[in-house]
Structure formats: structure tokens, C-alpha cells
């Protein structure tokens, strides 16, 4: 379990800015910053290589890595990749490719789209049509990523967040469509613990052999932190290490108790001792 490292949400950390935040990720022990795109900038698609090369110095000079992006299509508003409108799927198509730049450009390794307000079936479209409109922005986000050498994850929601994609084998179906070895799903807990008719270890023990899964979101159903709700995390990381996961694990709460920096604080102090009570 050594092999694993934590990451911390940033949008956690809000709305001190960038720099703040490295520096209290990295004094409470993170490894990592996992991004949003929307806390960087008001248009994220108007950062520059460079722009996105000086966060990422500025994580490393407080020992962090950017180790990937989340919560993509939230800025600008108006992304849709199920829209019937085509100029707005072809605009949001943009964005992707372009977050999957930044993602590079950041020395991130992967980023998570879930997004949840901009992929679910807009009224009086049918399933099929919402699937395959999704399909085709997914395809270009995927051959960016493969050119940039970074993994494009698509993550499965509870249903109290969107209708279209909600359980890992709803994602691996997607997965599987787009065909490409960039584009792949991942676990968040909270949703997996809402949506799921297993546990998430159980989850990992079945669909991480498969090649399809490529990362993990820590959170409880309540959608506090580890350790802030019923969850137990402990067969989670079990799971994990018999799976040989070698990745990021990222805490992304919703809810912040008692606050941002307090719940981030909480949530790295309750996972570390699950840690360090199973190699005891």
C-alpha cells in the first residue's frame, strides 16, 4: 500500500488561491493536488502551455505533483457533450481536447469526467441519441489523450446526479465503444456506495482485473470525507493492495465538515491510520 499516493481535491481548499493551497495540501501530508479546472481560471480553456507548466512549478516547489484533473466541463458554461445542438457538442468536444492539453501540460497522468449536469439526457431526446452523441465527444477527448500520453477517465454518478452513466459496468460499456486504450473508467466511492449493488471492494476485485479501471476517488455516500460517515475504507484499501493498484488516490469530498481545511486535515489523519493499522 506504500505504492499509493494521496491526492487531495483542490477545490476543497477554496477560495484560497492556488499557491495557499499547495502549501497546506503539502503541510497536512498530501502528495498531490488533484485539480479543477474552474479554480484555476474563470476560462480554464484560456490558460496557456505555460500558464499551465508555471501550476504546475508552483506545486512542485512545495514537493506536490498535479497528478490529474476533474470536474472538466463546469467552466465555461454552456458544454454539453449530449447536446442537439451540434456547434455546442462540437465546442465542448474543443474543451476537452484542450483540458487533455493543459492535463499534459500540468504533468498530470489523468483526467476524470464526470460533469454530471452536462451528459444527462436532455428532455425529449432519446437514450440512444444522448449515448451516441456522447460517444463522439468521448472519441475526440480519447485520441487526445493517446497523443498527449495521458488516461481519459469516464466516471459512473449516482443516479441523484445524472440518468446517463451510472454504475461501472454502465462506464466499461462506454469504454468499450470508444475502444481506445487513453479512455478508461474509475471508481468514486461515494457514487459506487449509492449506485452500486456491491460494496466497493468488491467492485475492485471484479472490474480491476479487466484492465478498464484507472483510478479511484476516496468519499463516503454522504458525501463527507473517509472516515466522516458509515463507509468503512479499510476492505477498500485491502482491495486495492490485492489488486496491486499503484496509483493516485484522490479525497474528494463534497461536504465540508467542519470546513475545507479541517475536513481535508481529517481525512489524510483517518486514511493514514487505516494504513498504518494494516501493516500493523
Given amino acids: 500500500m506504500e505504492t499509493m499516493r494521496l491526492a487531495l481535491c483542490n477545490e476543497v481548499l477554496q477560495p484560497l488561491p492556488f499557491e495557499r493551497q499547495?502549501?497546506?495540501?503539502?503541510?497536512?501530508?498530501?502528495?498531490?493536488?488533484?485539480v479543477a479546472p474552474f479554480t484555476l481560471a474563470a476560462d480554464p480553456l484560456a490558460i496557456t502551455d505555460d500558464g499551465a507548466r508555471g501550476f504546475a512549478r508552483i506545486a512542485a516547489d512545495h514537493g506536490l505533483a498535479i497528478t490529474g484533473l476533474h470536474w472538466l466541463l463546469v467552466a465555461p458554461a454552456g458544454l454539453s457533450i449530449v447536446s442537439p445542438d451540434e456547434a455546442v457538442r462540437q465546442r465542448t468536444a474543443a474543451a476537452m481536447v484542450r483540458l487533455v492539453e493543459l492535463c499534459a501540460a500540468m504533468g498530470g497522468r489523468y483526467l476524470v469526467h464526470g460533469s454530471p449536469k452536462q451528459r444527462s439526457v436532455p428532455p425529449g431526446q432519446s437514450r440512444e441519441a444522448t449515448r451516441d452523441r456522447a460517444l463522439a465527444c468521448f472519441a475526440h477527448a480519447a485520441r487526445a489523450a493517446e497523443r498527449c500520453g495521458v488516461t481519459y477517465c469516464v466516471e459512473p454518478l449516482a443516479r441523484a446526479e445524472t440518468d446517463f452513466i451510472n454504475t461501472v459496468a454502465e462506464a466499461v460499456a462506454i469504454v468499450?465503444?470508444?475502444?481506445?486504450?487513453?479512455?478508461?473508467?474509475?471508481?468514486?466511492?461515494s457514487a459506487a456506495g449509492q449506485a452500486e449493488g456491491e460494496p466497493v471492494e468488491a467492485l475492485i476485485r471484479r472490474w480491476w482485473p479487466t484492465g478498464?479501471?484507472?483510478?479511484?476517488?476516496l468519499n463516503d455516500p454522504n458525501r463527507r470525507a473517509p472516515g466522516q460517515g458509515a463507509m468503512r475504507f479499510a476492505p477498500i484499501l485491502a482491495a486495492l493492495g490485492d489488486v496491486s493498484y499503484s496509483g493516485v488516490l484522490a479525497v474528494e469530498p463534497f461536504d465540508y465538515v467542519p470546513d475545507g481545511p479541517g475536513?481535508?486535515?481529517?481525512?489524510i489523519g483517518y486514511l493514514r491510520g487505516v494504513m498504518e493499522a494494516s501493516h500493523g
Avoid: N, W
Avoid at 468499450?176 to 466511492?189: L, Y
Avoid at 478498464?212 to 476517488?217: D, G, N, S
Avoid at 475536513?263 to 481525512?267: P, S, W
Fill in 22 to 34: 499547495c502549501a497546506l495540501a503539502a503541510a497536512l501530508g498530501y502528495q498531490g493536488l488533484e
Fill in 176 to 189: 468499450d465503444a470508444v475502444g481506445s486504450p487513453a479512455f478508461r473508467t474509475m471508481i468514486d466511492c
Fill in 212 to 217: 478498464k479501471l484507472a483510478h479511484v476517488q
Fill in 263 to 267: 475536513c481535508a486535515a481529517r481525512a
